[in-house]
């Protein structure tokens, strides 16, 4: 199995002595083989930049990338992504859509739907293969690109804050559903949120982040997530004790990073 | 020359304001019947409907000027088309250029802003010192003033495309030349068509201009040739092919929109 390496990296926007923004100050981490690791911080923190990075859409300014022993020179199928608007292409159905990436590799037409078909019984989405984007409910397209993402059968799933665009009610089941396919896959994953409750339900490491610049302030294993994996029901996870206590330091990292960057305004 | 299908489709789903306009039309109609029958203007400036739609048999039959009105319509069609094809071509791969290289984008936007708003009738003239009196010429003039407004509607559709859709494509292993054919080609579509429907009114347009010189067949110089001789009929016949034809091209175009663009305005 492979792992992802952020080291040491540093990301410039603009010229920094000119006034310029320093998205991300030194962060370094490891995204370890089935492990599901969440970023989680206020906007400005530098968690898309640092998703950049790993996919590949961006260089840093310094420090450097890795994915399996190899540099991240670009974006690759090994690294897939699911971006928090879905990013689906309107012209194709459903199915067409979840098996785009097989077309790039110019897999023959009845094998990459043979495929499709599969993953979207992966994310529950049965039935609706021959469907238009826009006929899809937020919830159902985001599958969709779930799907489309782990056809490409890549080592990570790399995830955009993809809740982020949805009703209460349904990003609860999705944060269910990716679970649940993270532990049937086994593919190492990487989330993004600023939603607090989500980002600990769902990580088994937990990348706390501040803004101004974005650095990681806190790192912490949890298990809350595994054990919803392993069967227990999300709300008995959600309302132990430990769960609602760790809910709370969080927060409280996150509200004195906050209040401390306001102070050095 | 409406043909009885696209008439069901416009009876089959009328709204209110559909019905206004139909009644203004025969109004409009009748009015004109009922000002040539009290000859209110002389028949030789203003005949009747009824005249009119009796010369359109004739020339349809007979023809005016050695060539019946389907030669002068095929003649004027073939142009046009002639124009758009290759519009459509070069336009689409300039469009492409400018939005994929930042050089390209130097050495077309100032040409193209330089002549895009000059009428195509002001620079006919020079186009016929230059190219003759041929088919090359007229067709020639057609293309230009056809082709800023597809290479404008390019550039706009390719600008709007997200980064994140293109994204999404080479984080699958999209190619470069796979995201310009998979990607930013289907979501420019709908922008190409809207410009090509722009570029077609212009076109159209164009054409009469560029038919009143020195051509033998055309709708546009079946009117000239009218006109010099005061047949007043064969002038309101050729107009009214003229709309007619743009109409058609009109919603064939937006049929095709919908259907090679169905996602249009739903995202």
Redesign the interface.
């Known amino acids: 199995m492979k792992s992802l390496d952020v080291r040491d990296v540093v990301v410039r926007y603009g010229d920094s002595n000119l006034g310029g923004v320093v998205a991300l100050d030194h962060v370094s981490l490891t995204i370890e083989p089935s492990s599901f690791v969440v970023a989680l911080g206020a906007s400005g923190c530098g968690k898309t930049t640092l998703l950049n990075l790993m996919a590949g859409f961006r260089k840093p300014s310094s420090g450097s990338v890795s994915f399996d022993g190899r540099t991240v020179e670009g974006p690759s199928s090994e690294r897939g992504v699911v971006f928090q608007h879905g990013a689906l292409m309107p012209w194709l159905n459903v199915i067409d859509n979840v098996a785009f990436g097989l077309r790039l590799k110019g897999v023959p037409r009845k094998d990459r739907h043979d495929r499709a078909r599969a993953m979207l019984r992966l994310v529950y989405l049965e039935g609706v293969e021959d469907r238009r984007i826009w006929e899809l409910s937020g919830g159902m397209r985001q599958r969709v690109g779930v799907a489309r993402a782990l056809t490409a059968d890549p080592d990570v799933l790399l995830m955009d804050e993809p809740l982020g665009a949805l009703d209460a009610l349904t990003r609860e089941q999705m944060q269910e559903l990716i679970l649940d396919v993270w532990a049937r896959t086994g593919k190492s994953v990487f989330f993004i949120t600023h939603g607090i409750d989500e980002a600990v339900f769902l990580a088994s490491k937990l990348l706390v982040m501040s803004p101004r610049p974005g650095r990681v302030i806190a790192s912490l294993d949890l298990d809350f997530g595994r054990q919803f994996a392993a069967g227990a029901k999300s709300g008995d996870v959600k309302s132990q004790p430990e769960f609602i206590a760790m809910r709370e330091h969080v927060k409280g990292l996150i509200f004195s990073s906050r209040q401390l960057a306001e102070a050095a305004l | 020359m409406v043909p009885a299908l696209g008439l069901r489709r416009v009876f089959g789903s009328i709204g209110y304001v559909s019905k206004v306009s139909i009644a203004t039309s025969i109004a409009l109609l009748l009015l004109w019947q009922l000002a040539a029958s009290l000859e209110v203007v002389p028949a030789m400036f203003m005949p009747s409907p009824l005249a009119v739609a009796a010369k359109f048999v004739a020339v349809s039959r007979d023809g005016f000027q050695d060539a019946t009105l389907v030669e002068h319509l095929l003649a004027s069609v073939g142009r046009v088309t002639a124009a758009l094809v290759a519009a459509v071509i070069l336009g689409v791969a300039l469009g492409f250029a400018m939005n994929l290289s930042q050089t390209a984008q130097g050495v077309i936007a100032p040409v193209l802003e330089f002549y895009r708003p000059i009428p195509p009738l002001a620079y006919l003239p020079l186009v016929i010192i230059w190219f003759g009196i041929g088919e090359f010429a007229k067709v020639l003039v057609i293309f230009l003033g056809i082709l800023p407004s597809i290479v404008i509607a390019t550039n706009e559709g390719l600008r709007s495309v ?1 980064p ?2 293109v ?9 470069r030349a ?1 995201v310009v054919l ?2 930013l080609l ?2 420019a ?1 709908p922008s190409i068509l809207t410009g090509t429907r722009i570029g077609l009114g212009t076109g159209w347009a164009t054409l009469v201009a560029a038919e009143l010189v020195a051509a033998t067949k055309g709708l546009g110089f079946m009117i000239k040739g009218a006109a010099d001789f005061l047949v007043t009929d064969v002038v309101i016949l050729g107009i009214l092919v003229i709309a007619a034809v743009a109409i058609v091209m009109e919603i064939s175009l937006r049929l095709v929109q919908r259907a090679v ?3 249009q305005g ?2």
């Open positions: 997200s994140d859709r994204n999404a494509a080479r984080s699958l292993g999209a190619s796979q998979l990607v289907p979501h579509m663009a169905p996602w739903r995202e």
